[in-house]
């Protein structure tokens, strides 16, 4: 059990049988009344963020959540393979399971995939990820004045816009917490 002092950013706890992520918390003393602490959590099944406010003397239990590096191996349908790169063991993960994540994922990526006692919680992407462009339109001589885009399908399907000087094949990297175009690779 962890005192709701000694909490910290990154933690994960165990609040009414659901497993949060702390992501922001404040520790707020009144000048009247006794003090309490309000705190970011994101639902680490559902993808959910709450606030919740606690009085001082509560207590948290720790859920320890296992990240096992794993690399994309491919798709049928709904269904997503990951291996596991040590014991070589494999796993199914269903769509709804990885959300957004899914229209990143491409054959080969190394990903976290995270664990709680067996039960898969999700995945964690690396923060830039290099595609190669499938197909884009040529872009247009002279209509460079401005910070002009132009669509682009990347290699697993992903539309982005990327500027009028990338061309197909060409290699770019995209930041998969905005999901735009980073830079050429």
Excluded: C, W
Aim: net charge negative.
């Amino acid at each position: 059990m962890i005192n709701i002092n000694d909490i910290k950013n990154g933690m994960t706890v165990i609040i009414d049988g659901n497993i949060y992520l702390i992501q922001e918390f404040l520790h707020v003393k009144p000048g009247k009344g006794p003090a309490f602490v309000r705190i970011k959590l994101k639902n680490l099944r559902t993808g959910s963020t709450i606030e919740k406010t606690f009085n001082t003397n509560i207590k948290f239990e720790k859920a320890i959540i296992d990240k096992v590096p794993m690399q994309f191996l491919y798709s049928t349908g709904d269904a997503y393979n990951f291996m596991n790169m040590e014991t070589f063991e494999q796993i199914d993960l269903d769509k709804s399971s990885l959300g957004d994540d899914a229209k990143y994922l491409k054959e080969g990526l190394e990903v976290e995939v995270t664990f709680y006692q067996g039960e898969v919680l999700g995945i964690n992407l690396p923060e830039k990820i290099e595609y190669a462009i499938a197909h884009t339109e040529p872009g247009v001589k002279g209509n460079t004045a401005t910070n002009a885009t132009k669509e682009a399908t990347l290699e697993n399907g992903l539309t982005i816009k990327v500027p009028l000087f990338i061309n197909e094949a060409d290699r770019v990297i995209v930041s998969t917490k905005e999901g735009k175009y980073d830079s050429r690779a």
